[in-house]
């Protein structure tokens, strides 16, 4: 019995990983180095809408350790793709969705504060900083929009070929019975509740570092992800290279609460610069970058209704949320 008490159900289960980490001896994507490393800048918009109008980077491309600079007309003048939403839901029937394609860099127009427009590579972290302030970049400011007024009447789209700014619409349960319940209601209480956008804010920001295998000609990804699988088939396909090729190894995450579950731009990039130059190339978000382009959760608005009797009986509930 005294075995069954300690490995049966609600038994303290001994964690195995804390000794290492709480003492210093975690081991980071920013940890790494290798010889011959060298350093990603991420250029990004200040406007939160606007079109671009055109990037000079003649005097990025000739500053000092600078190996190579690369903009989202690059991108596609190499036909590198782009990142795709893995679980799309299915709309209601009868109304219309768009999932947009978010590019590795934008090349026609920004669509949110910290959108990378440039990739710089350079000897030196502050080298590739100093060339990406060296961007020139026209911009035609547009309209942004948020939440609030995102779905009025003629608000400025995001995306111009889709039909509103209402990516999908979801409906569930019987309106019409729910309807008839509330005419028939004694009472009825109203509640609308805003959630603030949140984000993870993780120990470690997000990091990737890709470096060529000399032995076997294979290119290894390390990154802070939490689903290197994911990471494995989703930059294999935006670069066009088969998976065999490609090693994606999960550092310790350094937190992330499902924020790093995603694929972001800097991972592919960074294996195609690694690719390109046949160097190791590492990228780490500083705190202001991880703020901006981490995947952020919440920002939703509800409002909710309930039905009931004079003794207290729910009749019926509705509710509509706006993410």
């Not at 709309?91 to 710089?120: H, N």
């Not at 961007?135 to 789209?157: E, M, N, R």
């Not at 802070?224 to 935006?238: D, L």
């Amino acid at each position: 019995m005294e075995s069954e008490k300690e490995t049966g159900l609600g038994a303290s289960v001994r964690r195995v990983e804390d000794e290492r980490l709480l003492t210093g001896k975690g081991h980071y994507v920013d940890d790494l180095t290798l010889p011959n490393t060298v350093f990603a800048y991420i250029v990004r918009s200040p406007h939160a809408h606007a079109r671009i109008l055109g990037i000079d980077t003649k005097a990025a491309s000739s500053a000092p350790g600078v190996l190579t600079v690369l903009t989202g007309q690059d991108l596609i003048v190499q036909d590198l793709g782009t990142l795709r939403c893995q679980s799309f839901p299915k709309g209601s029937s009868g109304t219309s969705s768009f999932c947009p394609e978010q590019p590795l860099l934008a090349s026609d127009k920004v669509r949110y504060v910290g959108e990378g427009i440039g990739l710089v590579v350079a000897e030196t972290l502050a080298q590739a900083k100093d060339a990406g302030e060296l961007f020139q970049v026209k911009y035609d400011i547009l309209p942004a929009v948020t939440l609030i007024d995102a779905h009025a009447p003629g608000a400025s789209k995001v995306w111009e070929e889709a039909e509103s700014n209402l990516t999908f619409q979801i409906e569930s349960g019987d309106a019409d019975s729910v309807s008839r319940q509330f005419e028939v209601a004694d009472y009825v209480t109203k509640i609308s509740v805003h959630y603030p956008r949140a984000t993870a804010n993780s120990m470690e920001p997000r990091a990737a570092l890709a470096y060529r295998d000399n032995i076997d000609g294979r290119f290894t990804l390390c990154s802070s992800a939490q689903e290197p699988h994911g990471v494995k088939e989703v930059v294999s396909r935006v670069l066009g290279i088969s998976q065999l090729k490609i090693r994606v190894v999960a550092m310790d995450v350094g937190g992330a609460f499902g924020m790093k579950g995603q694929v972001y731009p800097e991972e592919p990039l960074v294996l195609w610069a690694a690719i390109n130059l046949d160097r190791p190339v590492k990228w780490t978000a500083d705190r202001s970058e991880a703020i901006t382009t981490d995947m952020h959760g919440r920002g939703l608005s509800a409002e909710a209704e309930l039905a009931l009797t004079k003794e207290g009986k729910f009749l019926a509930f509705r509710t509509s949320v706006l993410v």
